[in-house]
Nanobody
Framework: QVRLVETGGGLVHAGGSLRVSCKTY????????MGWFRQAPGKDREFVSV????????YYAGSVKGRFTISRDNGKDTVYLQMNELNAEDTAIYYC???????????????????WGQGTQVTVPS
C-alpha cells in the first residue's frame, strides 16, 4: 500500500524557518517526481514546489521562490521542504504528493499527482 507521511510542521514566528519532511512507503521512489502543495483555510490547494526524480530540476511558485528549497534523498525515500523567512501568508496545511515521472512536463497542478500525504500544519502568526 502506498503511503506518504509528512512531518515537521508547527508554529513559527514571522521571519523564522522550518523544514517539513515527507517519507514515502510502497512505491519506487526514484520513478516519481515529488511535489509540495499547500492549502490555507477557505482557499484552494496551491502549488508550492516540485523536484524531478533525480533532483535535476526544481520549480517554485513565485510566492516562495528565494525563500523555500526543495530537496530529496532517494536513499531514504524522502522529500524535504526547507522554508525560510516565513510570513503569515505561508500559514497552511502542507501536503506532499508523488507524480509518476513520464515526459518533461511541469507538474504544478494537483490533478497531475498520483498519491498524496495527509498533510502537516504550518502556522505563522502575525
Amino acid at each position: 500500500q502506498v503511503r506518504l507521511v509528512e512531518t515537521g510542521g508547527g508554529l513559527v514566528h514571522a521571519g523564522g524557518s522550518l523544514r517539513v519532511s515527507c517519507k514515502t512507503y510502497g512505491l519506487t521512489f526514484s520513478l516519481f517526481a515529488m511535489g509540495w502543495f499547500r492549502q490555507a483555510p477557505g482557499k484552494d490547494r496551491e502549488f508550492v514546489s516540485v523536484i524531478t526524480w533525480d533532483s535535476g530540476s526544481t520549480y517554485y511558485a513565485g510566492s516562495v521562490k528565494g525563500r523555500f528549497t526543495i530537496s530529496r534523498d532517494n536513499g531514504k525515500d524522502t522529500v524535504y521542504l526547507q522554508m525560510n523567512e516565513l510570513n503569515a501568508e505561508d500559514t497552511a496545511i502542507y501536503y506532499c504528493a508523488a507524480a509518476y515521472s513520464r515526459g518533461e512536463h511541469l507538474r504544478d497542478s494537483p490533478a497531475q499527482y498520483n498519491y498524496w500525504g495527509q498533510g502537516t500544519q504550518v502556522t505563522v502568526p502575525s
